[in-house]
């Protein structure tokens, strides 16, 4: 099997081992818009030869694993130059706007619109390793879009590499995953940003810091490339969670200034539900 | 060495298991509240014996570790009732009331003011285990009001749990904690409840939660009794904190409501500088 990596970093790269381990005789392409980024996954034997125009059209299978801003130009184009028989996957934090990019193509059949639940806050090809992949869970969309062949060639890749499937439309899962995945950025970002504008001239106050705010304000540590775009693509979504996380805070707020550290505490106990509903999500395996 | 601990939970106990390990022939009592509580620390060998009323004189020290708002009445109980030669310590998370409550009592110089920045999520004697202080910091407050005798006892005990110390006054002690620690409390509760609220009838779309969200709110499973009094004793420093990170939450999204995701960009950006900051912070050694 001839597998093309398009976008050679964290994602990419670790489809790229797994593919190694799970199938015999694989030969990895990857393509990548840094040539630097392109050398080290070389380097590093993540791929086996660095892509070029005329390796598209021998290619059994591409994972397209770019900023969503740039999935919207580069899917089409991957899709213009592949086989009748490549399956591609797109690995998107958004689905909407990119199962809309490629909604007239005539090779639409050719895609599994697809967004894995696996990362960590570290990118590039360096970053990449084996398992990430493991426990975890694959959306996918559109999935009656695809052709039936090619829906089993991606199906039995996911399978290999230990995910978990679930089927949504594109406008569900960008709803919910803003929930679920978009607003704890925001809220951990902005968490860093009012710690750091407080304490910047007393750095040592960090000192004082322990493993809570360390996990609170890990994802504060992820790539802006990768999740500026994000953030553009599910603008409506992600203010909707934006606007009930500050009346949240502001009612927290509120309940303090007046002393009510009756509900403080209520609405802290009824969060702990937390714990229960958290059981379900696969272990981090590698968050430092 | 007899060593009384009062509130044998995850800080209590974890300090019992310290102590067992690091000095010979120490005999450990336990206090606590709940019976259940110090029947299970007794079972689990966290304690040599059940703590008695005639067992105070003949401590040589006492590790008060209750929740912070028991703190104000219990701490000058124990002073009440120990001998010249004890020393008792605290873990309370707050400082500025807890050194004020005992500031007059005869047996002030018997009290050193002490905030170990450990834990985890979880809480009760269960929960406690060895190491938890290794390589932790201990920030200690009005040092110079301890006996010096006594100074050197404590500072034994946290040099043997392999902690760094900070010395600090309690005011400051408050008012830089509820950036570091207690803000990122409330963050997270209130993460936790906005999209517990939101998503409730659709409970299997926790599946798509992946490791960050697991991350950004693993403080949601803290414990009500423990932090609703930390809020109120630090009540203006934490008002504080969280007034400045709903701007920061508001100036975001304006950002994102007019489109202007360059500033957006930047924001992410800027505070990227976090990881940086962070490597100072020891390793959560358990998180789950």
Not at 94 to 107: M, N
Not at 166 to 177: Q, T
């Amino acid at each position: 099997m001839k597998v093309g990596i398009v976008g050679i970093g964290l994602i990419g790269g670790s489809f790229a081992v797994d593919l190694r381990k799970e199938y015999r005789n694989v030969f990895l392409v990857g393509f990548d818009i840094s040539p630097e980024n392109q050398e080290r996954a070389l380097e590093l034997g993540l791929i086996d030869k660095k892509g070029e125009a005329s390796d598209w059209s021998s290619l059994d299978l591409v994972i397209v694993t770019v900023p969503v801003d740039a999935m919207l130009k580069v899917l089409p184009n991957v899709l213009d130059q592949i086989s009748d028989d490549c399956l591609v996957m797109d690995a998107g934090s958004t689905k909407r706007q990119i199962c809309e990019a490629v909604a007239g193509h005539p090779k639409r059949r050719n895609f599994l619109a697809c967004h894995p639940i696996a990362g960590t806050e570290f990118s590039g090809p360096t970053a990449a390793h084996q398992g990430l992949y493991e426990g975890t869970t694959m959306i996918i969309c559109e999935v009656e879009k695809t052709a039936f062949k090619l829906q089993e060639r991606g199906m039995e890749l996911i399978n290999k590499v230990g995910m978990r499937v679930r089927y949504m439309n594109p406008e569900a899962h960008d709803k919910h995953i803003a929930y679920v995945s978009h607003l704890s950025h925001i809220s951990s970002f902005m968490l860093g940003k009012t710690v750091i504008d407080k304490e910047e001239n007393e750095r040592d106050i960090f000192d004082l810091a322990g493993s809570g705010f360390e996990s609170t304000v890990r994802l504060a540590k992820s790539s802006p490339d990768m999740w500026a775009p994000i953030f553009e693509q599910n603008k409506d979504n992600v203010l909707e969670t934006l606007k009930e996380y500050i009346a949240n805070l502001r009612d927290f707020k509120e309940k303090m200034e007046e002393g009510d550290f009756k509900s403080v505490y209520e609405q802290m106990l009824n969060t702990n539900r937390i714990k229960e509903i958290l059981k379900g999500i696969p272990l981090t395996k590698t968050t430092k």
